[in-house]
C-alpha cells in the first residue's frame, strides 16, 4: 500500500464542536484529495489540493474548510460539525499528470451526535 | 460541472453469472478509472483506460471505454465470491477526480 495514513481511524463528536481530520502522506504526491462517503452517494469530493497552499472546492464542501502548509499533509476541519456530517471520510493522493492512479487512505468514520 | 453516473446501484449475481456495470459522464473524458473496494475497506485502483474504444482484461473482468469517451463499462463473467464489493468509475477534469455512486456487487453461492 501506499504511504498514507488517515488519522483518528474513528472519533465520535458532539454537534457544534469543531473537529480536524488528519491525511499524511510519505510518497511527494503532488495531489490530494478528501472525499466522504455515504450509503447511495459514493464518494462525493470535498476538497482537493493541487499543491501546497493550493487548494479548492469540490462539489460538497460547504460546512468543511481545508488546510495544506506542506506537501505530506491535508487537513479536513469540520468547523462546527453537524449530525449530517456523520460519514466515512476518505484522503487520497495522486501523483503529477493525469493518468496517474490514485490511493487511498484506510479512511476515518466519523460520528456526530 | 462533470458528472459520472453509474448503473446499477446495487447488482445481485448468482455464482458463476455475468454481469456488467455502467458508466456514463456527462462530459468527454480524458480518461476513466476503475476501483474496486472490498466491504469494510478502502477504493483501490483496477485499471484505466485512456484511448477511444479502448478495451481492456484482466481475467474475468472486461472493461471497454466508449468511443466519444464518454462512457464506460465493466463486465465480469463467471462471478465469484472474491469479487463482492463495491466498484466505482472516475473521471478526471484538470485536477478534480470525481467518482460515480459506485455499483454495489453481492453474490449468491
Known amino acids: 500500500d501506499a504511504g498514507i495514513t488517515q488519522s483518528p481511524r474513528h472519533k465520535v463528536t458532539e454537534t457544534g464542536t469543531p473537529v480536524t481530520l488528519r491525511c499524511h502522506q510519505t510518497e511527494n504526491h503532488r495531489y490530494m484529495y478528501w472525499y466522504r462517503q455515504d450509503p447511495g452517494h459514493g464518494l462525493r469530493l470535498i476538497h482537493y489540493?493541487?499543491?501546497?497552499?493550493?487548494?479548492d472546492k469540490g462539489e460538497v464542501s460547504d460546512g468543511y474548510s481545508v488546510s495544506r502548509s506542506k506537501t505530506e499533509d491535508f487537513l479536513l476541519t469540520l468547523e462546527s460539525a453537524t449530525s449530517s456530517q456523520t460519514s466515512v471520510y476518505f484522503c487520497?493522493?495522486?501523483?503529477?499528470?493525469?493518468?496517474?492512479?490514485?490511493?487511498f487512505g484506510q479512511g476515518t468514520r466519523l460520528t456526530v451526535v | 460541472g462533470q458528472q459520472v453516473m453509474q448503473i446499477p446501484q446495487y447488482q445481485h449475481v448468482q455464482e458463476g453469472e455475468d454481469f456488467t456495470t455502467y458508466c456514463n459522464s456527462s462530459?468527454?473524458?480524458?480518461?476513466i478509472q476503475w476501483y474496486k473496494q472490498r466491504p469494510g475497506g478502502h477504493p483501490v485502483f483496477l485499471i484505466q483506460?485512456?484511448?477511444?474504444?479502448e478495451v481492456k482484461k484482466q481475467k474475468r473482468l472486461t472493461f471497454q471505454f466508449g468511443e466519444a469517451k464518454k462512457n464506460s463499462s465493466l463486465h465480469i463473467t463467471a462471478t465469484q465470491t472474491t469479487d463482492v464489493g463495491t466498484y466505482f468509475c472516475a473521471g478526471h477534469n484538470d485536477y478534480k477526480l470525481s467518482f460515480g455512486a459506485g455499483t454495489t456487487v453481492t453474490v449468491r453461492a
Open positions: 483506460l485512456v484511448k477511444s474504444g
Open positions: 462530459t468527454t473524458l480524458s480518461n
Open positions: 489540493s493541487y499543491g501546497v497552499k493550493d487548494t
Open positions: 487520497a493522493i495522486k501523483s503529477l499528470g493525469p493518468n496517474t492512479e490514485a490511493f
